[in-house]
């Protein structure tokens, strides 16, 4: 059995963590410069303007980039940093990621409900719920500069067991959510519309899946740090370019398509669904 404590294995591990995040970013880089005309038409009115949520996807947009520069700091930076200070930001824009993605599938579900209470009420809970783990994960977090490295070594990586854990809960929740609301409001090939959303869901529970399930096992495994942070980023990514995603297929929808209800949709439905 592996010793993964052992100063080479932690080093070849490191050495993947690194390769890792230049292919992340490179992933990432070519994703936002191939949106930036999303960006562009809205802002120059080319399209309806989205109002207020296009600020929520402009912060999940920025938010990975901000980190990936962080990151990238540190590998290529060379010289002494405040470590405490480069990780509360790197934390912080990174976690902005995560709830910037959440806020643009919570706007679906308040839609797909017409805002009834009770599932805005969970949604919104659940939302919160994570932000106070995110920031107590911030404040409790620590790193220290490692002279050797000419890298900061973030300290007792795995106390962002519980961080993780939330985040992965609430995403459940937003899932289950989302489905459950999709469910009343009848077959998906009754409404155009629908069914986009349907395949949203089946698309996020796919992301959830992917995304965030090798995080929470590695993060409770413990096994050493490089492996602790290894799919942190691609979390991240994965969860960001899926949100972003799924909020410019439907003001791309709603942009095209009236979307009408019939007798047998729920009551309250929503007239016309966007994200604006």
Known sequence: MSDWHDPDVVAQDSLAFLKLQHVLSGIYLWEFVTTIS???SVFTRQRKYPRWSIWIY???RLSPLLTIILIFVDF?????????TWLVFLYTFANSGFLCSAALIILRILAIWSRAWIPMAIAILA??????FIIHNIVISDAVWDPVDATCAILHSNDSQANILATLIMDVILLVLMLWG??????????GILQLLYIHGLFWLLVVTVAEIPTT????????????????????IIMVIAGCRIYRNLVDYSDTT?????ESAPSGYLR???PR
């Open 58 to 60: 402009m912060g999940a």
């Open 38 to 40: 999303f960006k562009w």
């Open 76 to 84: 290529d930076y060379g010289h002494r940093l405040h470590c405490k």
């Open 182 to 191: 999709l469910v009343r409001c009848g077959r998906p090939a009754s409404f």
């Open 258 to 262: 009236e979307i009408h209800v019939t």
């Open 217 to 236: 096992v590695f993060i409770f495994l413990n096994l050493n740090t490089p492996l602790n942070q290894m799919f942190y980023t691609p979390q991240l």
């Open 127 to 132: 939302w919160v719920t994570n932000c106070a």
């Open 272 to 274: 016309r669904l966007d």
